[in-house]
């Protein structure tokens, strides 16, 4: 699969946060996949064969609650730029921080410390942002006894298959099923 804008005509989605992009030009959690990668896509679906495999029941082990329990934004810092980087300073006295700490994570060193450096990516949703607040999807949210993500379900029921991408052979029949029981 080309990246948007390399042998194709999507360079203009990659400011926008297309999936291809050749660079990273948006924060992870606001991406898209552009005309150009749905239409390779779905050209090239066919020769896929690990989706004729069954799917599976798996015995994997139950993921912790949210990640960024375990990881404060300092030590973050350190696994995105090494050792000594931790948060950027507070701004001085009288001055207001002009950004949601949970929107992008921005780092400096010690030696520097007003030259800031960001992945363009949030610290990893349950990160501490305040007293009593955690970060969850780019914002800073008041922590309850609630937890505000969703449980594994299971699969629900499978549809009909659709009709055929092709009417002379090789082509694909597909059907869905949800993650929706319980709803």
């Known amino acids: 699969m080309e990246h948007d804008g390399q042998g194709n005509r999507c360079a203009d989605e990659t400011s926008m946060g297309s999936i291809m992009a050749p660079l990273v030009q948006a924060a992870f959690h606001r991406y898209h996949w552009s005309r150009c990668s749905k239409q390779e896509l779905n050209r090239y679906i066919h020769s896929y064969d690990c989706l004729l495999d069954d799917p599976f029941e798996h015995k994997w082990p139950k993921q912790p609650e949210l990640p960024g329990i375990n990881y ?108 929706d029981n319980p709803p």
């Open 72 to 179: 404060s934004m300092d030590e973050q810092c350190r696994f995105d730029f090494g050792v000594g980087y931790k948060i950027s300073p507070p701004p001085p006295p009288g001055q207001f921080r002009t950004y949601d700490p949970c929107k992008q994570l921005w780092c400096s060193h010690p030696d520097n410390q007003y030259f800031c450096k960001t992945k363009k990516g949030p610290p990893v949703d349950g990160t501490e942002c305040a007293h009593g607040k955690w970060c969850f999807k780019g914002h800073c949210i008041w922590r309850s006894s609630q937890e505000p993500y969703g449980h594994d379900g299971s699969w629900g029921s499978w549809g009909k298959f659709g009709s055929c991408s092709r009417t002379c052979g090789g082509g694909v029949r597909s059907r869905s099923r949800q993650c």
